[in-house]
């Protein structure tokens, strides 16, 4: 059955460096988002990503964040100067089609990212 | 805004009794409802997921939820849960304006021989 990988499965980097979490989603799908848990907290949405362009983020996907879908099997999230909260679990997710909320997402198995 | 609650985070069951993981939502659209669950080292895996229609769901692993539009609940059931159940459950809340899911806390399930 067709899943979503994720690497690495666990990242460690200092305050301030730069990091790059990649997904590949699954082959015919169209529509990805990332999502992120930090540890005892909600699972929350970051972003949402259709034919190269952000479709939708929330208030946590500021400046320091940005996706990119650099060839036809990678999506990825970068944070560009990390901070201590960012340190969580980050899921990647895809769709088929997308836009209208019914669509299943399939949820790769995390990267937990921890910042020192 | 939508915004989910459950409100049990842990839930402890002995093999083959039934199971209820309560979930209630909020919001001034018409919703779709999910329930995920996580294994232990695993990404979220849709159990079921509540888009129109009847108000009983059933999903995998012999979980069914029922929506009660009035209560504004999605809760989860299983009559007779297995050891191989124990994990993380969260509810999840969409709407056909986007495709951000909002999560609960989550539930652990902890089902014990």
């Known amino acids: 059955e067709p899943e979503v990988t994720q690497t690495p499965s666990h990242q460690v980097t200092q305050m301030g460096q730069e990091v790059i979490l990649r997904c590949v989603p699954i082959?015919?799908?169209?529509?990805f988002y990332w999502y992120r848990q930090i540890l005892g907290q909600k699972v929350e949405f970051l972003v949402s990503?259709?034919?190269?362009?952000?479709?939708?983020k929330s208030e946590i996907f500021d400046d320091q964040f940005s996706v990119e879908r650099p060839d036809g099997s990678n999506f990825t999230l970068k944070i560009r100067s990390t901070k201590l909260e960012d340190s969580a679990m980050y899921f990647c997710?895809?769709?088929?089609?997308?836009?209208?909320?019914?669509?299943?997402?399939?949820f790769g198995p995390g990267t937990r990212l921890t910042v020192l | 805004a939508q915004s989910v609650t459950q409100l049990d985070s842990q839930v402890p069951v002995f093999e083959e009794a039934p199971v209820e993981l309560r979930c209630n939502y909020s919001?001034?659209?018409?919703?779709?409802l999910f329930w995920y669950v996580q294994y232990p080292n695993q990404g979220l895996q849709l159990l079921l997921k509540?888009?129109?229609?009847?108000?009983l769901v059933k999903g995998i692993n012999g979980f069914e939820a029922e929506f009660n539009k009035s209560q504004t609940s999605f809760h989860l059931r299983k009559p007779s849960v297995h050891i191989s159940d124990t994990a993380e459950y969260f509810c999840?809340?969409?709407?056909?304006?986007?495709?951000?899911?909002?999560f609960g806390t989550g539930t652990r399930l902890q089902v014990f021989p």
């Open positions: 919001s001034s659209v018409s919703v779709y």
């Open positions: 509540y888009l129109s229609g009847s108000t």
């Open positions: 990503f259709y034919n190269n362009e952000i479709s939708e």
């Open positions: 999840a809340v969409s709407d056909r304006n986007t495709d951000k899911l909002i």
């Open positions: 997710a895809s769709t088929y089609y997308g836009g209208d909320g019914t669509d299943t997402q399939y």
């Open positions: 082959s015919n799908h169209l529509y």
